[in-house]
């Protein structure tokens, strides 16, 4: 079944840190771009990072310098670390996989930046 399966969200206190991690049940991961995005409460999904198969990467001007997203192709997955966590990172964020016109969501994990 083709799917993606994320994991890590939680509560978490400002200036903290999480990992999510987004395992991928797809063929031939390495051609996907894979992509973080978020949905914070009442807002809009927004791009957060995304990490093309030749590993070339892009983040969301809010979260630069704090935020970096990795992938393992061996292992089908896609990471991405948080630092310095901040009440407006709190948003249900969700894995994307994208390779030319298909694209294929998980189902979101809730992370809550709160003291």
């Known amino acids: 079944q083709v799917r993606l399966v994320e994991s890590g969200g939680g509560l978490v206190q400002p200036g903290g840190s999480l990992t999510l991690s987004c395992a991928a049940s797809?063929?031939?991961?390495?051609?996907?771009?894979m992509n973080w995005y978020r949905q914070p409460p009442g807002k809009e999904r927004e791009l957060v990072a995304s990490?093309?198969?030749?590993?070339?990467?892009n983040y969301a001007d809010s979260v630069k310098g704090r935020f970096t997203i990795s992938r393992d192709n061996a292992k089908n997955t896609v990471d991405l670390q948080m630092i310095s966590l901040k009440p407006e990172d709190t948003a249900v964020y969700y894995c994307?996989?994208?390779?030319?016109?298909?694209?294929?969501w998980g189902q979101g994990t809730q992370v809550t930046v709160s003291s």
């Open positions: 797809v063929n031939a991961f390495h051609l996907y771009t």
């Open positions: 990490i093309t198969p030749a590993r070339t990467i």
């Open positions: 994307n996989a994208r390779l030319t016109a298909f694209s294929l």
